[in-house]
């Protein structure tokens, strides 16, 4: 017979004995589901009250005897472990703020300390959560219990959340979007809710997106409103969705904020996309947001587009069809790339970023001389050559030291014809000052494309800086003059087609080049 323990061992279990390396610890097995544990009477109370805690809950104990357990020891009414836990089966009942009995300081400061956020509760569901909270509080040991149950909901959550990311294949940043943080709070909010697991497939994808789009859309009057003082720009961008359809997005753009309006499917059934077919949903677009409001219309250099602006200025008298500069300045780039001498250096260097990236071997090889990654070469934009050849030339010396590396010498493959062609051009000096000078002939150029492609207003920076770009091309010091007028040439000829008055208009008007001599 063991002396001094807790008599809920002697009434609710068998097999008691005494641990000899703890003091106030047993050996002992629930003669209700028959498991055995070691541990102290705290944690025997937690197994057979089923409030949780650091042990399993016994789930052959009859209710009757766990609700006198509950009485005796915890201080608590019968209700079963859902009111111990805080949830309630039935809504809470209406209750005035006078019969709530205080909190425990200990209670209270477990509260606090918790990461419980600050729930925005009716005053019904508020009051009825602080006066359980006053029965719990009251109950002699119950903070402690309390608060290893949630942390215990913590940990549980947090394994879902991880699961989730894990098997949805989500990104891990999404973690740290602001939206996360937000849908986990209103998650956190909604509290004890049984049988609520969020919007259904059909609920979301019907009326819960057609809900968010009227937000969407009540949010963005205030920048309609502003249309008629300010002015905007009608935008057209062709796309291909997931499923490989033709999209053309519109969307309205003014100093406030760019406003998508909607996205068109062309190219239906094999049909070509025209011109008109384009103009009549852009005017449908005009119409909408009224076309005293609207000032120009951009879309890509396409011959259909082309067609759609001609249609446009002849209807619409005071509104004018100007090409998307970023395209137009991508084309410039792609027509210096056609010349040879260019051509000859970004076939070259493609050829190196292919070798390397596509034996993984060699990539491996190289990833023990640097940190950064060879860039590939984009099939849309020719523009991304620029930056395959800056960052080919700032891994340089990592690349040449993977060709003369011990490794490399030792690679099955290093004596065959391609990987000899590719050391010699990793070794040549000749191809690195071609990189050099086809960088430095093609970055005026790509300093202008990166300011139309960013956010805020460009228009009125294109002439200057233009201008300054092909100064630069005139300077460059690292090719010859034939090279030189060669790009020149090109360059004057996209130029001349591409500037509108508009972009004239917009550069007297811009702030950082006002000037008394302007207007003398």
């Known amino acids: 017979m063991v002396k001094d323990k807790h008599e809920a061992f002697t009434l609710h279990c068998i097999g008691v004995e005494k641990d000899t390396k703890k003091s106030n610890s047993h050996h002992w097995t629930c003669k209700y589901c028959g498991k055995r544990y070691t541990s102290g009477a705290t944690r025997l109370i937690q197994h ?17 005897i766990a609700n006198d357990i509950r009485r005796k020891h915890l201080g608590l009414s019968s209700g079963g472990p859902s009111h111990v836990r805080g949830y309630n089966a039935s809504p809470p009942q209406p209750s005035t703020h006078s019969n709530v009995p205080e909190t425990s300081q200990d209670a209270q400061s477990h509260f606090q300390a918790s990461n419980i956020p600050n729930i925005s509760q009716s005053p019904t569901v508020r009051t009825s959560t602080f006066q359980r909270q006053g029965e719990l509080g009251d109950a002699p040991g119950h903070t402690r219990t309390s608060l290893t149950w949630l942390k215990e909901k913590q940990k549980m959550a947090d394994s879902e959340i991880t699961k989730l990311v894990i098997l949805e294949n989500l990104s891990f940043n999404l973690l740290n979007s602001k939206q996360w943080k937000a849908t986990v709070k209103a998650i956190s909010e909604v509290g004890p809710c049984q049988g609520w697991t969020g919007p259904s497939y059909s609920d979301l994808r019907r009326r819960k997106i057609d809900e968010e789009k009227k937000k969407i859309d009540l949010s963005l009057l205030p920048m309609r409103e502003k249309w008629s003082r300010y002015g905007c720009t009608i935008l057209s961008d062709g796309w291909r969705d997931r499923k ?9 753009s003014c100093p406030i904020g760019t406003f998508f309006l909607r996205a068109v499917e062309v190219g239906k059934k094999g049909k070509k996309t025209t011109g008109a077919f384009i103009y009549r949903h852009i005017k449908k677009a005009i119409e909408e947001v009224g076309a005293e409001n ?17 249609l446009l200025e002849e209807e619409y008298k005071h509104i004018v069809w100007t090409p998307c500069a970023t395209h137009c300045l991508d084309l410039l780039m792609e027509d210096i ?23 993984g071997k060699v990539l491996s090889m190289f990833r023990e001389h640097s940190k950064l990654e060879i860039k590939k070469p984009a099939t849309t934009r020719f523009a991304y050559m620029w930056i395959v ?5 700032e891994v340089r010396i990592p690349l040449r030291q993977t060709m003369v590396s011990l490794l490399w010498n030792d690679w099955d493959e290093s004596s065959l014809e391609e990987s000899k062609s590719m050391q010699r051009l990793c070794l040549d000096e000749e191809f690195w000052e071609n990189v050099k000078a086809v960088l430095n002939i093609l970055t005026p150029i790509y300093r202008v494309l990166r300011m139309t492609d960013c956010e805020g207003a460009t228009l009125g920076l294109l002439i200057h800086m233009m201008r300054r770009a092909i100064d ?34 917009a550069s007297l008007l811009h702030p ?4 008394p001599a302007l207007y003398k």
């Open 337 to 359: 790339g056609k010349l040879s001498w260019v051509k000859a250096c970004t076939q070259k260097a493609s050829s190196m970023v292919t070798f390397f990236t596509q034996k």
């Open 48 to 64: 057979l009250t089923k409030v949780g805690g650091q042990v399993a809950a016994c789930k052959e104990i009859p209710d009757h």
């Open 294 to 310: 609207v000032v120009q219309v951009v879309t890509d250099n396409a011959s259909n587009c082309r067609h759609m602006g001609k």
């Open 512 to 515: 950082a080049f006002k000037s």
């Open 389 to 393: 050849l800056s960052r080919l030339l």
């Open 472 to 505: 630069d091309i005139r300077a460059a010091t690292l090719v010859t003059m034939e090279q030189a007028n060669e790009v020149l040439e090109v360059t004057l000829r996209r130029w001349t087609w591409m500037h509108r008055p508009i972009h004239g208009f």
């Open 244 to 252: 490989n359809r033709s999209m053309i997005n519109i969307l309205v």
